[in-house]
């Protein structure tokens, strides 16, 4: 479940602020508002195509947390 919940918030988040950032760059003219679409779909693309590519290193880090912190899957730490 770790790859689903890294994945969809990372695209959901990255897909607000490609939104966002191409919207304000369009609404002061900054860009063209021709430009919007294809630089929105191409944005998004590369920002999902790099979180699929960050899950193998997101798993990797938390083999390793789990271990230093010795605990079990589903396992908090407490920072009492």
Do not use: H
Not at 38 to 56: C, N, V, Y
């Amino acid at each position: 479940m770790l790859w689903i919940r890294n994945n969809f918030s990372t695209m959901t988040s990255q897909t607000i602020d490609t939104l966002t950032v191409l919207f304000l760059l369009c609404f002061f003219k900054i860009l063209k508002w021709e430009m919007f679409l294809p630089l929105f779909i191409s944005g998004i693309l590369f920002k999902i195509m790099i979180a699929l590519l960050d899950t193998p290193f997101m798993y990797i880090a938390v083999y390793y947390f789990r271990k230093r912190f010795k605990l079990k899957i589903n396992e908090e730490l407490n920072i009492d």
